[in-house]
Every structure is written in structure tokens, then in C-alpha cells.
């Protein structure tokens, strides 16, 4: 009986650290993904801060109305690139 209850526990042991391994793996994963999606997120958003400050300046110079921060929020990057080479190329064709 006594080797028996040793196995059976043994085995609960195993089983109960498995368990433990999957939860601590599962939780590394989602803090690893975390840390990702927010070193993504700064990156973006210095990006988009470069690019609304430069349209800002380009706009200024130009003597145009500045576009609000909340307008050039709603942008992505893509649109805010083409814009601030659209103000360029007004720059450009000025001069």
C-alpha cells in the first residue's frame, strides 16, 4: 500500500508541476509580447511625432493654417509621409 501511495503521489508531483511550468511559460510568452507590442507602439508614435512636427513646419513656411495634432493623429503613417512631401514638393516649387 505504501509504494503505491508513493507512486500516486509521485505522479500527482508531476502532474501539479507540469501545470505550474505551462501557467509560468504562458505568462512569459504574453509579458514577451506585451514588451514587443510596446516597443512597436514608441517606435510608431516617435515617428508619427516626427512627421506631424515636420508637416507643422512645412505648413508654417508655407503660410498655410497648421493641421491640428488631433487631425494629424487620425493619420497614419503612410498618409502623413505623402503629405509632408506634397508640402516639400509646395516648398520646392516656390523657391
Do not use: C, P
Amino acid at each position: 500500500m505504501d509504494a503505491r501511495y508513493s507512486r500516486e503521489r509521485l505522479m500527482e508531483e508531476a502532474r501539479l508541476k507540469f501545470e505550474r511550468d505551462q501557467i509560468w511559460r504562458l505568462k512569459a510568452a504574453k509579458d514577451e509580447g506585451r514588451d514587443e507590442g510596446w516597443a512597436e507602439g514608441w517606435a510608431e508614435g516617435i515617428q508619427l511625432g516626427e512627421l506631424a512636427g515636420q508637416i507643422h513646419v512645412l505648413q508654417r513656411v508655407l503660410g498655410l493654417s497648421e493641421s491640428t495634432m488631433s487631425d494629424l493623429a487620425a493619420l497614419d503613417i503612410a498618409q502623413l509621409t505623402k503629405l509632408a512631401a506634397e508640402l516639400q514638393a509646395q516648398l520646392k516649387n516656390r523657391g
